[in-house]
């Protein structure tokens, strides 16, 4: 009977410790939460806080995700994705105005497509950007993996080393891989998402071998190190053909520049020509034909330069 009582009590002292425990851990998180929201409050002001909400609104609807997630496989996840589509936003309207106003009001149509067109470029430059340093990183990061590897390591230990050792953008992405295998994530599918948020035939070629030496072994050491020789070579010849080719990229980008310099150049020569030609059937198959002729010149340069090696 005295047993039983002693247990009793045991367990009434256990509950109640584990409520005091629970109640003074819930005030520490309300405190530090109180803290945090003054902290932020003082140092961003009510202004900033009101952005960040619409921010927050804006991330939730359709055009926002994409936002979001175009910025974050660029790496631009600290920009907020509002401020962007608001510069993109903004730009698109002063393009539509100046080609209004400078040529006629039907191209202020021009300037919703230079909305779309811009934040795409942007987007789409950003990640090009991050991929190509990340390509330079490859031949240090294989010559880490080998070396991690070399001294008996598995390879989610050398990725997590990596990671480590690594700048941005191999550190961080490395480090999202290793983050997604502690929480039950398979090399197989971590090493697909970092091929994923980085497409290039380089990555391919890692993540590949990564993944075979981890299926069925193999000399994962040597791999490694033939590849970052293989890297080597490849980053030096890459930037010739650039080099050699940019030339070449400008001048495609100098076409377009003509063709609407062109019809500026006839508006200061004789003002409201362009206005005329859209007026009349003549004049506007005119212009269709000119961009036509332009646009599929600037697309065949492009095409004659392009570049995926």
Not at 71 to 78: D, M, N, R
Not at 118 to 125: H, I, N, Q, V
Not at 267 to 277: C, E, L, S
Request: charged share 15%; glycine share 12%; net charge positive.
């Amino acid at each position: 009977m005295g047993t039983v009582v002693l247990i009793l009590v045991g367990v009434l002292l256990g509950c109640a410790m584990f409520v005091v425990g629970v109640a003074d851990l819930v005030s520490v998180q309300t405190r530090r939460r109180r803290l945090v929201a003054g902290v932020v409050d003082d140092a961003t002001g009510p202004q900033a806080a009101r952005f960040a909400a619409w921010d927050r609104s804006f991330r939730r609807t359709r055009p926002g995700t994409w936002v979001a997630g175009q910025l974050l496989l660029a790496g631009e996840e600290h920009r907020p994705p509002l401020a962007v589509a608001l510069v993109a936003l903004g730009g698109g309207i002063a393009v539509g105005w100046v080609l209004a106003v400078g040529l006629a009001p039907v191209f202020g149509v021009l300037g919703v497509a230079a909305i779309v067109v811009g934040l795409r470029s942007y987007l789409g430059r950003a990640k090009a950007r991050r991929n190509e340093q990340f390509i330079a990183q490859m031949p240090e990061l294989a010559r880490v993996l080998s070396n991690a590897t070399s001294a008996g390591l598995s390879i989610a230990s050398a990725v997590g080393i990596a990671a480590t050792e690594l700048a941005a953008p191999a550190g961080p992405e490395l480090a999202r891989v290793a983050s997604r295998m502690r929480f039950g994530d398979s090399l197989d599918t971590a090493m697909h998402g970092l091929e994923a948020r980085l497409p290039s035939r380089e990555v391919s070629v890692l993540v590949s071998t990564l993944l075979v030496s981890a299926r069925s072994g193999g000399s994962l050491v040597s791999a490694l190190r033939d590849i970052a020789d293989t890297l080597d070579e490849r980053k030096e010849t890459r930037r010739e053909v650039r080099t050699t080719l940019a030339q070449s990229t400008s001048t495609g980008y100098l076409v377009i520049g003509m063709g609407f310099g062109l019809l500026f150049l006839l508006n200061v020569i004789q003002p409201g020509t362009v206005q005329a030609m859209t007026s009349s059937w003549i004049g506007r198959g005119a212009l269709v034909v000119g961009s036509a002729l332009f646009v599929s010149g600037f697309l065949l340069i492009r095409r004659m330069t392009r570049f995926e090696g």
